[in-house]
């Protein structure tokens, strides 16, 4: 069985800091993939970034990248110089590589609110 | 390239009517996932399909809840006499086949039962 911990609830944030969002992460499969989510508040699933658990580097989208610690089983992403639009909710989600274990699990989310 | 096509958007149904809720995949996508949300919660894996199979649908209730994949045409979440508490946002889901792809999501269905 998979499972997704994300542990904050929600977070406020200064406009142009960077901010984390931590994911913890725990599944059986050898092979496996870790994804970010956003949801603003018009309710639409915007994907962000993917990381495979064989990649050698960390995954980085614009200003998004993704702190993947293996050993740790954590996948969290860091925004760099938030901006007043990425007040959101984020999940991360992970897919086993398997035949039969591909669907998403997601986490609780995180509610990032950008302060101004 | 159009995305996940989810519809309709909104639909509101009386209690013991039926709901009907589509999705047509990504062009080139053969998986098709299915999840609900509820309101301040976080996604829930319901089923999940290729073209005229139902590989995993081990989220889905065991009664009321159909859904299918059909070789032409999009995939269709079924829900039989609904009640309250199945309002939720349903969101759809597509891939290609092979692990190491992403999942786009659709817009999602918003389901009201009054």
């Known amino acids: 069985a998979q499972k997704i911990t994300q542990t904050q609830p929600g977070m406020f944030v200064q406009e142009k800091e960077a901010v984390t969002l931590d994911c913890t992460y725990d599944t059986s499969d050898p092979s496996y993939g870790l994804f970010w989510y956003k949801q603003p508040s018009s309710g639409e699933m915007i994907f962000l970034i993917y990381q495979g658990s064989y990649d050698q580097q960390n995954a980085t989208e614009g200003r998004y990248s993704l702190n993947f610690q293996k050993a740790r089983k954590s996948a969290n992403l860091v925004i760099s110089a938030s901006q007043l639009g990425d007040s959101a909710m984020y999940f991360c989600?992970?897919?086993?590589?398997?035949?039969?274990?591909?669907?998403?699990?997601f986490g609780t989310g995180t509610r990032l609110t950008i302060i101004p | 390239n159009a995305g996940v096509m989810q519809n309709p958007r909104h639909l509101v149904r009386r209690r013991g009517q039926e709901a009907r809720l589509r999705c047509s995949p990504m062009k080139g996508h053969s998986h098709v996932y299915w999840y609900r949300q509820l309101p301040e919660e976080g996604l829930k894996f319901m089923v999940y399909?290729?073209?005229?199979?139902?590989?995993?649908e081990s989220g889905m209730p065991k009664e009321r809840f159909s859904a299918e994949f059909p070789k032409e045409g999009p995939s269709i979440l079924r829900i039989q006499q609904v009640v309250r508490g199945d309002s939720a946002a349903y969101f759809c889901a597509s891939s290609q086949q092979g692990m190491n792809t992403e999942a786009f999501f659709g817009q999602g269905t918003r389901l009201t039962v009054v």
């Open positions: 399909l290729q073209k005229e199979n139902i590989i995993d």
């Open positions: 989600a992970m897919r086993g590589h398997n035949f039969g274990n591909e669907k998403l699990t």
